[in-house]
């Protein structure tokens, strides 16, 4: 992330290693709790209600979930391109991976909670935005919603939702580099260039956004 030397760059990546070392932290925590309170090490078969809630909280922050979303579209609009499209399709996974070995045992109330939140604001903070990486950040969040909410009830579902989503939010990163746009306004004036490839880039968008 911080490889370009700006000083935004430099502020994204702090902010990225931070929230980060705090989620790691807190899943370390959840799973020394129930430990302590039940001598059960596996972090996939938690019991302890507290162990459960800091979990979930964690996994929250590392997927960067409505109320602790702030870091992502921050973090996504210090990055290049490039990382952008790491950080928001495989750097997704670990925690997706976390959530789906450990959803039975996640606190069912605040992860609806989260995923409702997630979903609504994802939506409706990408409506003002006139940098793409803050729009694509916040679509992130709103899938993101999506996948947390039906992982108790069909975790493979919530697998292949993020499979798909990744797929198509590579295809849009891979378009946006490949014509260098970065704005709504520059996006605008880039069809005249390679028109084939924005009219691609029209139709994964609406294939994003659910059409």
């Known amino acids: 992330i911080s490889k370009s030397h700006h000083p935004r760059a430099v502020e994204a990546a702090t902010k990225y290693f931070l929230t980060q070392a705090a989620a790691s ?6 799973s020394m709790t129930n430990a302590w309170q039940t001598g059960q090490w596996d972090i996939t078969q938690l ?17 960067g ?8 579209p921050e973090v996504l609009q210090g990055s290049p391109l490039t990382t952008g499209l790491l950080l928001s399709t ?9 959530l789906y070995m450990t959803s039975p045992s996640l606190n069912p109330t605040l992860l609806t909670t989260l995923a409702i939140l997630s979903t609504a604001l994802g939506g409706w903070m990408g409506l003002n935005q006139t940098q793409i990486r803050k729009i694509l950040a916040f679509s992130s969040i709103s899938h993101l919603g999506w996948m947390v909410i039906i992982i108790a009830y069909s975790p493979k579902l919530t697998l292949l939702n993020f499979y798909l989503y990744a797929m198509m939010t590579t295809t849009v990163f891979l378009t946006l580099i490949t014509t260098k746009t970065l ?13 084939p490839l924005n009219a691609m880039l029209l139709l994964t968008l609406l294939s994003l956004a659910g059409l």
């Open 65 to 72: 979930l409505v109320p602790f979303h702030f870091w992502f």
């Open 183 to 195: 704005k709504l306004s520059t996006l605008m004036t880039a069809w005249t260039k390679t028109p």
């Open 25 to 30: 932290a807190l899943v370390l925590f959840s």
């Open 90 to 98: 495989i750097m997704k996974l670990p925690p997706i991976a976390l």
């Open 47 to 63: 019991t302890h209600p507290t162990s459960c809630l800091i979990l979930t909280s964690a996994l929250a922050i590392k997927l």
